[in-house]
Each structure stands twice: as structure tokens, then as C-alpha cells.
């Protein structure tokens, strides 16, 4: 059974009539009887037969049964069209596109990237943003040559809540692992002075977390921090905001709010940092490729990462 024939029955399933279907998949009624006929000759059931109104063609429990096997199948031939299309794309048009989150800790995927462009002045690198369900289906499905991934634990978790599948199909290539969390907090409050501290220190501070394209805030980004409140007891004040922002350290100045960096930046006039005692996770960043073939840019970032230090994470080098 062929592709044409497989859309043909799913399509005659949708419109439950053959001059319709015909006029979905722009051909002729008796090509779709033929190719249902065929269908039903190969599988040796009856997939449709006639309702009460002549015209009307209603799929057999035959037909139902086989309905997901075979969207299955048309799903899997277009990823493979999208994907054969992107790479042929791209060996023409030197462009790589690349898959990133966007991000609630900062990582060193920004600087590799730029250092990447800085060196490739000929590629043309298109980063699309999104978040963690899309990034990681289009990473499945071809629509990034590569992507780079962040979050809380480390790899084992993510192949723990993807099942294998990902370590299967992609190499992944140790970007950050920062095991420590700092507070930025004014150093008009005494709380500044402490060095570091537990998150319990810290109570009567509301925490700023950024927030995702529709403002929510990172689920990942804040669960460690309501963890640990509700260890201590006390209910979190959680903030949305763009952290990224001077104007948020303007607000910690004034204000009792704890801005989280995994990493203290450029020191800030009137910020301190307190390193959290308790933390209890770790970031951990991966620049994902696919295994296998690679077309020249992929292979020319590969080389970019090894020479910024990303090592192939062990549980890649297992498989």
C-alpha cells in the first residue's frame, strides 16, 4: 500500500464521500474508488460502506481500527518530507537554524553562538526562540539542524521525563553545569552582608522570576525556590519579571526583592550577592545534535563547541 493510497483513506474517512475526497487530494472520484478498492483487496476488509443517504460512505469498525496505524504512517512521511526538504535547504542556502529556549537561567549559549557567527561571517544562522514542548518536537522532527536545551538536574533527569528517545536520535554536548545559586539583594538590607545563607534567610523578600512569551513564570525556574519554602515552612512571594532588566536591580535596591543568578554578573552598585546554602540542584545546558550525517555547518559547530570546551555528555557516549 503506498502513500497515495493511505491519504486517500484517511481522507474518504474525513469526508465520508468520494466526489469530496476527490476534490481534497485534486483528482478524479473513480481514482478514489480504485485506490479504496485496492485498499480493501490488500487488507482483506471492507473499510467503508454505503449510509442512509446514498452519498454518504461510512467507515467500517475495520476501518476505525486501522485509522491510527495509518495517520500514523502519513505523519511520519511528512516529517520525513520536512526534514529531507530543511537538509536540502540547507545544503544549498548555507543557513543553520538552530533551536534555543528561551532561557530562565543564563547560560554560555549566547557567547558561543556569537563566537560561532563571528567565525562562519557566511553562514546564515536563524535561532528560534520557543519554549520547551514546541523546541523539543521541532528538534524531533527536523526543524532544527541543532538545539540548545537548559534545566534544572541533569541529563539522566531529561532522558528520565522523555523516555530514550532524544538520547536516541542526538548526541548532546555539555554546555554549563553550575551547581550554585546566588541572590542579587540590596546592600541597604542586612541580609546582603551574610555571604550566604539559606533561602529561609530570606522570607520576608519576595523572589523575581522571569516569565515565559505569555508571562507565566518558568515552572522549572521557581520550583526549587518553593521547595525549599515549603521546607522552611513559609509561603513564597514570587515576582514576574524581566530579569534580564537592569530595572530590576533598581527595584532591589529599593525594595526587598531577591533576584536569582546562577552566576554573579558585572557587579551592580548597590547589589550584593548571597550564595544559597541549600541550594538543591543544578542547571545543566546541552547543545543537542542529531547523530549521524551532518551537513558542513553542523559539523563546523560541533567543532565550535569542542574548542569552547563542550565535552559529549557520558550518557551519550554509552549509546
Not at 562562519?120 to 526543524?143: E, M, T
Not at 509561603?235 to 525594595?255: G, Q, V, W, Y
Amino acid at each position: 500500500m503506498d502513500i497515495d493510497t493511505i491519504r486517500t483513506i484517511l481522507t474518504v474517512a474525513h469526508c465520508e464521500n468520494y466526489s469530496e475526497a476527490a476534490r481534497a487530494l485534486i483528482c478524479s472520484p473513480s481514482v478514489i474508488s480504485k485506490r479504496i478498492a485496492k485498499a480493501e483487496h490488500e487488507l482483506g476488509v471492507e473499510l467503508f460502506v454505503r449510509g442512509r443517504k446514498s452519498s454518504r460512505l461510512v467507515p467500517t469498525a475495520a476501518c476505525e481500527a486501522v485509522f491510527p496505524d495509518l495517520q500514523a504512517i502519513e505523519d511520519a512521511w511528512l516529517r520525513a518530507q520536512d526534514t529531507a526538504t530543511l537538509l536540502s535547504d540547507r545544503a544549498s542556502d548555507g543557513t543553520l537554524r538552530i533551536g534555543s529556549l528561551a532561557k530562565f537561567w543564563p547560560t554560555r549559549e549566547d557567547a558561543i553562538i556569537t563566537d560561532f557567527m563571528a567565525k562562519n561571517r557566511d553562514a546564515n544562522v536563524i535561532i528560534i526562540k520557543q519554549s520547551w514542548d514546541p523546541l523539543v518536537k521541532g528538534l524531533l522532527q527536523g526543524r532544527y539542524d541543532l538545539a540548545f536545551l537548559s534545566f534544572n538536574g541533569p541529563l539522566s533527569d531529561l532522558v528520565e521525563r522523555n523516555s530514550d528517545t532524544l538520547l536516541d536520535r542526538f548526541d548532546f554536548y555539555l554546555v554549563d553545569h553550575v551547581d550554585q545559586m546566588l541572590l542579587a539583594v540590596g546592600t541597604r538590607f542586612p541580609e546582603a552582608a551574610l555571604g550566604e545563607a539559606t533561602l529561609e534567610a530570606f522570607r520576608n523578600f519576595s523572589i523575581a522570576f522571569n516569565v515565559d512569551e505569555n508571562g507565566d513564570i518558568f515552572e522549572n525556574h521557581a520550583a526549587p525556590f518553593l521547595m525549599l519554602a515549603r521546607r522552611y515552612g513559609f509561603a513564597l512571594n514570587a515576582k514576574p519579571m524581566n530579569t534580564r532588566d537592569e530595572s530590576a536591580f533598581r527595584l532591589a535596591r529599593a525594595h526587598r526583592l531577591a533576584i536569582p543568578q546562577p552566576v554573579r554578573k558585572v557587579d551592580i552598585e548597590g547589589i550584593g550577592y548571597v550564595r544559597l546554602t541549600d541550594w538543591p540542584t543544578t542547571l545543566s545546558a546541552y547543545c543537542a545534535v542529531p547523530k549521524g550525517r551532518h551537513a558542513p555547518l553542523v559539523v563546523s559547530m560541533i567543532d565550535h563547541l569542542k574548542r569552547q570546551g563542550c565535552t559529549l555528555d557520558s550518557l551519550t557516549n554509552r549509546r
